[in-house]
T-cell receptor, first 115, second 118 residues
Framework: AQSVAQPEDQVNVAEGNPLTVKCTYS??????LFWYVQYPNRGLQFLLK??????LVKGSYGFEAEFNKSQTSFHLKKPSALVSDSALYFC?????????????FGGGTRVLVKP | GAGVSQSPSNKVTEKGKDVELRCDPISGHTALYWYRQSLGQGLEFLIY????????KSGLPSDRFSAERTGGSVSTLTIQRTQQEDSAVYLC????????????????FGAGSRLTVL
């Protein structure tokens, strides 16, 4: 079975400060990991993914995520947050050992960036 | 089309009525997914179609829920005898088949269908 956890319901950060959104996962094979963002009144958008290769993955809007196999984590980071980064962020995982392309999403973390 | 299109965008219905939600995926995308999002919460997987393979229905919450995908394109999610707990935003997504590491699993989501059961 595959699962993903986002331990924080909400993250508050001041504009210009670093932003981190946490994600841990559980799979039986190799993980395929994703981050999606949902801006207010808009659909979910793909941010970045890790399939294989470098542990540090760079994505859209200046976001990056680091894959850590020993800690089974895939935390999302941004060095300097903007007010416009305020949104709902979802981590997702697919078990590379499982058949099919079913993605399991975490519960989401609401990010509030204050000016 | 250019994106994933869902209809209706909003649906208000009375408890006990049946509803149909429609999803028109991106042309050429072989995979189609339905998820449910309640009140800004996480995404709950419902069902997944991949090409001509049997769908993965493991997320459907009860036998009141069913979905079909005709001609490998448009999909309809049907909820029979709706209950208040069915109120949620129903999201459809599609993705290309792709080999591992390329297009696989990059889902493009529609704007969703907001269902309110009174």
């Amino acid at each position: 079975a595959q699962s993903v956890a986002q331990p924080e319901d909400q993250v508050n950060v001041a504009e210009g400060n670093p932003l981190t959104v946490k994600c841990t996962y559980s799979v039986s094979g190799n993980p395929y990991l994703f981050w999606y963002v949902q801006y207010p009144n808009r659909g979910l958008q793909f941010l970045l993914k890790y399939i294989t290769g470098d542990n540090l993955v760079k994505g859209s809007y200046g976001f990056e995520a680091e894959f850590n196999k020993s800690q089974t984590s895939f935390h999302l980071k941004k060095p300097s947050a903007l007010v416009s980064d305020s949104a709902l962020y979802f981590c997702a995982v697919r078990d590379g050992k499982a058949a099919g392309n079913k993605l399991t999403f975490g519960g989401g973390t609401r990010v509030l960036v204050k000016p | 089309g250019a994106g994933v299109s869902q209809s209706p965008s909003n649906k208000v219905t009375e408890k006990g009525k049946d509803v149909e939600l429609r999803c028109d995926p991106i042309s050429g995308h072989t995979a189609l997914y339905w998820y449910r999002q309640s009140l800004g919460q996480g995404l709950e997987f419902l069902i997944y179609f991949q090409g001509n393979s049997a769908p993965d229905k493991s997320g459907l919450p009860s036998d009141r829920f069913s979905a079909e995908r005709t001609g490998g394109s448009v999909s309809t999610l049907t909820i029979q005898r709706t209950q208040q707990e069915d109120s949620a935003v129903y999201l459809c997504a599609s993705s290309p088949r792709g080999e591992r590491g390329t297009g696989a699993n990059v889902l493009t989501f529609g704007a969703g269908s907001r269902l309110t059961v009174l």
